[in-house]
């Protein structure tokens, strides 16, 4: 069953591990729970999306991102600076996100808090969740219902939609990792005022 529908009923499909499409601060999001491998499954299949490409995830909280990323001091200032906002932090996992089935090496964690009044409200009934753009991989993310729903179909138990269609960049994404920090993707945020704040001493 789709449906065009609430925060609490996208919250509630989300949990139940079926797949929501929502809005972000950059574009629409697809997403599910990250501890179900049958829900992260589903997800890949829904994008079309090569196991090898690490999802994402959403937190609603810099204290949410840190149950599942770990944090050093570059990566708690960078955080502090830019978040909410559109920049992903690549970290490596904790305990908690340890076995989760994202794709990729398995041990790494992309994280991110979005910027955007609906998103954090859903991430705050549902705690973290695997989420990436709402397109076909190769393909521009889905601007509005219509498109998002031409996509996925029937794939995506509840679409949140804005009134308006979105049309933003994609995230910054850093990889902090290693001991020099690296942009793996240029996004809304600057990568230079990034850098510069995860170089800081």
């Known amino acids: 069953m789709t449906a065009i529908g609430t925060v609490e009923a996208a919250a509630a499909a989300a949990r139940r ?3 929501v499409v929502f809005p972000t601060d950059t574009v629409y999001a697809i997403g599910t729970r990250p501890d179900d ?20 995830v959403l937190v609603a909280t810099p204290e949410d991102a840190r149950r599942v990323a770990v944090f050093d001091e570059r990566a708690a200032r960078v955080a502090g600076a830019c978040w909410p906002g559109a920049l992903t932090l690549v970290l490596a996992r904790t305990d908690v996100s340890r076995g989760w089935d994202l794709g990729g ?12 009044p609906v998103a954090r409200s859903l991430l705050g009934r549902t705690g973290a969740l695997a989420a990436t753009s709402a397109n076909r991989s190769g393909d521009r993310p889905g601007r509005d219902h219509d498109e998002l ?3 996925f179909g029937p794939a995506v138990a509840v679409y949140l939609c804005a009134e308006r269609p979105l049309a933003g960049a994609a995230s910054t994404v850093m990889d902090m990792t ?3 920090p690296v942009i793996l993707r240029r996004g809304d945020v600057d990568p230079e005022l990034v850098m510069g704040l995860a170089v800081a001493r």
């Open 105 to 116: 090496e398995g041990t790494t964690i992309g994280v991110r808090v979005p910027d955007h």
């Open 37 to 56: 491998p049958a829900a992260t499954a589903r997800l890949f299949a829904a994008k079309r999306r090569p196991r090898g490409l690490t999802l994402p």
């Open 149 to 151: 729903l031409a996509m």
């Open 17 to 19: 591990g079926a797949l």
């Open 178 to 180: 290693g001991p020099e």
